[in-house]
């Protein structure tokens, strides 16, 4: 357990608090809360898209029609979508009224 001098190394040391501890140790970084949003809100749609600026969505919309992009702008009546799957030389203004479904990928 100790070096040639009787000493304990710094290693040992931390496993044994890790050992003490019982494995309950958890640093803040290693779990990221997601942002909550309020269901029952008449604005829920344009909370989640205003979480998700800057990162792909897929939105299924009243008319069975899916699209897939990044959004960009979140307005109050419509939301912003660039690098549409399928259609990369376009971009989509879809209004919120018209959003059935947001479907977004979960963090890691």
Do not use: Y
């Amino acid at each position: 357990m100790g070096d040639r001098h009787g000493r304990i190394g710094f290693g040992l040391i931390v496993v044994l608090w890790c050992v003490l501890a019982g494995g309950n140790v958890t640093l803040p970084f290693a779990q990221a809360e997601e942002p909550t949003v309020e269901l029952n809100s008449p604005e829920v749609l344009r909370q989640i898209f205003e979480q998700q600026v800057g990162k792909r969505v897929k939105v299924k919309l009243l008319s069975g029609q899916d699209l897939d992009g990044k959004v960009t702008k979140v307005g109050t009546q419509a939301v912003g979508l660039t690098e549409l799957s399928g259609m990369e030389f376009f971009d989509a203004t879809v209004r919120l009224d018209q959003v059935a479904a947001v479907i977004v990928r979960r963090g890691k």
